[in-house]
């Protein structure tokens, strides 16, 4: 299994970039993905999860800015993220979750975003 972040870059606060997860060995259709997100000192902690029946949850920190949402023709989960802020700065994740204990079973090799003026 592979997955392939991509999108990231710099980005002013208020704006909006959208990530990409492109999965292989996996049909990513079936299977719950998630994006996490970790900033420089900080843990890692999860952004948005969706569902093999395309159920979306968010982080509160980013509910109302930020949609998860999937391409099953591409394999792709993308991460839309709008209004960006300050504290949106970190390298962003996106895993295949075990739909039972939720822990993540792949991981991808991350894309970095900063949000800075």
């Known amino acids: 299994v592979q997955l392939v972040e991509s999108g990231g870059g710099l980005v002013q606060p208020g704006g909006s970039v959208r990530l990409s997860c492109a999965a292989s060995?996996?049909?990513?259709?079936?299977?719950?993905m998630a994006w996490y997100r970790q900033a420089p000192g900080k843990q890692r902690e999860l952004v948005a999860t969706?569902?093999?029946?395309?159920?979306?949850n968010y982080a509160d920190s980013v509910k109302g800015r930020f949609t998860i949402s999937r391409d099953n023709a591409k394999n792709t989960v993308y991460l839309q993220m709008n209004s960006l802020k300050f504290e949106d700065t970190a390298d962003y994740y996106c895993?295949?979750?075990?739909?039972?204990?939720?822990?993540?079973?792949?991981w991808g090799q991350g894309t970095q975003v900063t949000v800075s003026s």
């Open positions: 969706i569902s093999s029946r395309g159920i979306a």
């Open positions: 895993g295949v979750e075990d739909a039972t204990s939720r822990a993540i079973l792949y």
């Open positions: 060995g996996i049909f990513s259709s079936f299977v719950s």
